[in-house]
């Protein structure tokens, strides 16, 4: 019964200590040097004190892990980090194992590149490994590692044997062998990036990735943009013996009409000395994937 009550205590103290820091916040008031110490890290400790209330401070830690990784993403601090985030994910899902949105959620935060997430792609697939572990047949975490290896990683030789092994699971869809293959053959190019999120996207089984895709679909069309305006400036150059200044020049010749903008409405911008295009400052797709390494 005290150790009930303790649970009872400690739930209740989570959620104080929470609505003070929140409060705090809506007053304009600092955040304190010590909103990055965790205060059980022990993932073992924590199972063992929590007994038959180990899904609702699994359910804690998990808002506790949102809270922080949206927190620190939207922070202008320099100097941020995300030190929490893991041990935050690594106790939710050591309370819940089973816990799917947890693992593969958490995998995101940890994969994107600083300052938009973590930047630990080794963490993301150690969380993922951890729930293969409690569920070796669930196919959605051996894809889910692939697709880390893949997008973050550039690792497409990897990329693709989790592709396959997640393929010959019960339950996987079909068009992850196809996937496999083309990773295998053709890397990262933008071709096989558009098949991998249009497949996401398409999938009922990835609905929590949605999103994601068709914000990562986007930017492979303003790459595949760009790569048509610098074709153009070429040639404009080639033709005329000089760099366009602006978009008037090329417009005045007859190469394109208007300003071009990309898919989220943002003028491209023009650099009358090199000919690259780039975003806007202001784009939401900023900042475009890494250039494709090549295969080998």
Do not use: C
Request: charged residues 20%.
């Amino acid at each position: 019964m005290k150790t009930g009550l303790t649970i009872v205590v400690l739930v209740a103290a989570v959620v104080g200590l929470q609505a003070v820091r929140e409060q705090q916040e809506t007053l304009g008031r600092p955040t304190p040097a010590n909103e990055h110490l965790l205060y059980v890290r022990s993932p073992e400790f924590m199972k063992r004190a929590a007994l038959e209330y180990d899904s609702l401070l699994a359910d804690i830690y998990w808002i506790r892990a949102v809270q922080h990784y949206g927190q620190t993403k939207l922070s202008p601090d320099a100097n941020k980090n995300y030190d929490l985030l893991f041990p935050l994910l690594d106790l939710t899902t050591s309370l819940e194992p089973g816990f799917s949105i947890a693992y593969r959620f958490g995998a995101i935060f940890l994969a994107e590149p600083y300052p938009a997430g973590a930047g630990r792609t080794d963490l993301a697939i150690a969380l993922l490994q951890k729930g293969l572990k409690q569920q070796p047949n669930k196919w959605e975490y051996v894809e889910d590692i692939g697709f880390i290896y893949y997008w973050w990683n550039q690792d497409y030789a990897a990329a693709a044997q989790w592709f396959m092994r997640a393929s010959d699971m019960p339950g996987a869809p079909n068009w992850l062998s196809a996937l496999a293959a083309v990773t295998l053959a053709k890397g990262g190019n933008r071709e096989s990036s558009r098949r991998l999120w249009t497949e996401v996207l398409n999938s009922p089984d990835a609905s929590w990735l949605k999103q994601q895709a068709t914000f990562r679909l986007s930017q492979l069309d303003a790459m595949d943009q760009i790569a048509t305006l610098e074709s153009v400036v070429r040639l404009y150059r080639e033709r005329t013996g000089m760099a366009p200044q602006s978009w008037f020049d090329l417009n005045r010749a007859g190469y394109i009409r208007g300003i071009p903008t990309d898919p989220s409405r943002h003028p491209y911008q023009l650099n009358p000395e090199s000919g690259a295009i780039t975003l806007a400052k202001d784009s939401p797709l900023n900042p475009l994937p890494a250039p494709e390494k090549p295969q080998g």
